[in-house]
């Protein structure tokens, strides 16, 4: 079964507690927290103070924490400290210190993740899937919700299915935007464990019934 994992950047922010709880009371699993720098990505949405309150309103929610910011080594512990579950990072704000910050994301008590854009091949997480809990795909550039999904992904998706069980791994595959009732079955064939969905299901008349065609989905 495919986890669901609401992005919050599409909540109604005046009622961001209340919109989180209903979409974990109908069985969403976790709640995607998109972190923005205006730098890294052209869009800044929320820091670490936001993720502290919502912490303390949704206690025992588990928070994917998707860092789309230059510098994710510097912000890996407020992060954590504020009730980051997971945090994931993009390979491209890091190349050349992408072990330094899977260890200090760890030393920070959370799971790791690593996050590729669009652009960016799948063979260039293999050398970290090792070290990884979970590898993000990026169906759409990051930066805004809403977006259309690109089915590049759903290849992506399958080569890191086909490489993490060639080497026996239990590495997570996560994929992110225009993920839908249509696509997120598609997403989830192809391989990914996890499906970021925001406006589909934050916008949606049903919610229970978006999330139940989402977990049907393997």
């Not at 495919?2 to 969403?28: E, N």
């Not at 972190?35 to 588990?62: Q, R, Y």
């Not at 330094?100 to 669009?118: L, M």
């Amino acid at each position: 079964m495919a986890m669901v994992s609401p992005s919050i950047l599409s909540a109604d922010f005046a009622h961001l507690g209340s919109d989180c709880r209903a979409v974990l009371d109908a069985g969403a699993q976790m709640l995607h927290y998109d972190v923005m720098d205006g730098h890294f990505v052209p869009n800044i949405s929320f820091g670490v103070p936001v993720l502290k309150s919502l912490h303390k309103a949704l206690p025992d929610a588990f928070y994917d924490v998707h860092l789309m910011i230059d510098d994710p080594l510097t912000y890996a512990e407020p992060f954590a400290k504020a009730g980051a579950s997971l945090i994931t990072f993009h390979l491209e704000a890091v190349p050349d210190a992408v072990p330094e910050t899977i260890a200090a994301i760890r030393a920070a008590g959370c799971q790791v993740g690593i996050s590729i854009k669009p652009g960016t091949p799948a063979e260039a997480v293999y050398p970290y899937l090792d070290d990884l809990d979970l590898v993000l795909v990026m169906s759409v550039e990051p930066g805004f919700g809403g977006q259309k999904f690109m089915p590049s992904a759903l290849d992506k998706l399958s080569a890191l299915r086909a490489e993490r069980d060639r080497h026996g791994l239990h590495t997570l595959l996560e994929v992110d935007g225009g993920v839908n009732t249509e696509t997120g079955p598609q997403c989830a064939a192809a391989g990914a464990d996890w499906l970021v969905t925001g406006s589909a299901l934050f916008k949606a008349k049903d919610p229970a019934a978006v999330i139940d065609t989402l977990h049907g989905s393997h």
